[in-house]
């Protein structure tokens, strides 16, 4: 039974009034939920589901875009130029010389290919996002292993979509800006704005994913939909945050190439791929502790 437009509201309230809690009482909660749920360990899981997702989820998208041969390089391009911007230039080097690789051997013939192994991997991340979802919401998986993964296969499908459309929301819009820059004689104004945003389309991007799977994923019996909830946005701020302290570490303190030597790249790129599980986990606790205080748990 869906509930009242009432109610709705009421929880909507009680998400950003966080459940009754004060700031300082959440923050030990959610640290609390952390070491009991082991999140820390649950991000390596997410980490290594991650990887074996990434490059076959390259695959597909770069298949796709032949699809569009007379935009193909510029998708990439667009691809690309968003992983610059979050991954630490050695695992983004790493990245991109792969990406180029898989796009001289991408053809429609791999398509099918591509989709199971794509469909297959990225939703056994899901998977693994899932089942941690149940264990931070304390609750038992009751869906079934099938119905779960048709579930994860939705979810990916779901974010594949997204992340399609913001390639081409940046590709679109970037012609869009040269053509007023141009019209207009404001160049430097025009790019200022269109960075901008840019970067709201990317945050705004992160929090429908994290919502989206923060509804679809753990096994509650009663759903309610918030298009923005303090976990996605400090979920999603945390990334941000984190991928760009990454960088600039790596930038001024890189023991990695030292330690690992011509593994370095593949071990900063796992860093990164866990420091993405692990804000998205910390999202999770903040709207399962929050759950729990309205209702009184």
């Known amino acids: 039974m869906a509930p009242s437009g009432s109610s709705t509201g009421k929880q909507l309230e009680s998400a950003w009034k966080l459940g009754g809690l004060t700031f300082w009482q959440l923050t030990g909660k959610v640290i609390h939920g952390i070491q009991e749920d082991d999140l820390f360990g649950r991000a390596s899981e997410l980490a290594y589901n991650f990887l074996l997702a990434l490059f076959p989820l390259l695959l597909f998208m770069l298949t796709l875009f032949g699809l569009f041969a007379s935009r193909s390089n510029e998708l990439q391009s667009s691809l690309l130029s968003y992983f610059a911007d979050f991954l630490p230039?050695?695992?983004?080097?790493?990245?991109?010389?792969?990406?180029?690789?898989?796009?001289?051997?991408?053809?429609?013939?791999?398509?099918?290919?591509?989709?199971?192994?794509?469909?297959?991997?990225a939703s056994g991340g899901m998977s693994s996002m899932i089942s941690t979802l149940d264990a931070v919401?304390?609750?038992?998986?009751?869906?079934?292993?099938?119905?779960?993964?048709?579930?994860?296969?939705?979810?990916?499908?779901?974010?594949?979509?997204?992340?399609m459309t913001s390639l081409f929301i940046v590709?679109?819009?970037?012609?869009?800006?040269?053509?007023?820059?141009?019209?207009?004689?404001?160049?430097?104004?025009?790019?200022?704005v269109w960075k901008v945003l840019q970067w709201v389309s990317v945050v705004l991007f992160l929090t429908l994913s994290f919502a989206l799977i923060y509804y679809f994923g753990p096994s509650l019996e009663q759903r309610r939909w918030h298009w923005m909830t303090p976990g996605s946005i400090f979920g999603a701020f945390l990334w941000l945050v984190a991928s760009a302290g990454l960088r600039v570490y790596l930038h001024f303190f890189n023991t990695y190439t030292a330690t690992y030597g011509s593994l370095a790249a593949i071990m900063i790129l796992l860093v990164?791929?866990?420091?993405?599980?692990?804000?998205?986990?910390?999202?999770?606790?903040?709207?399962?502790?929050?759950?729990?205080?309205?209702?009184?748990?």
């Open 137 to 163: 919401y304390h609750v038992r998986e009751s869906r079934g292993w099938l119905w779960g993964r048709v579930i994860a296969l939705g979810l990916t499908i779901a974010i594949l979509t997204l992340l």
């Open 89 to 121: 230039p050695s695992a983004f080097q790493l990245l991109k010389a792969i990406t180029i690789e898989m796009a001289a051997n991408a053809t429609s013939g791999k398509l099918t290919f591509g989709i199971i192994l794509t469909l297959w991997f």
């Open 272 to 297: 990164w791929l866990y420091v993405t599980g692990l804000s998205f986990l910390i999202g999770g606790e903040i709207n399962a502790q929050i759950e729990r205080a309205a209702m009184g748990g």
């Open 171 to 192: 590709l679109v819009g970037g012609h869009f800006s040269d053509w007023m820059a141009i019209k207009l004689h404001l160049t430097s104004i025009i790019l200022i």
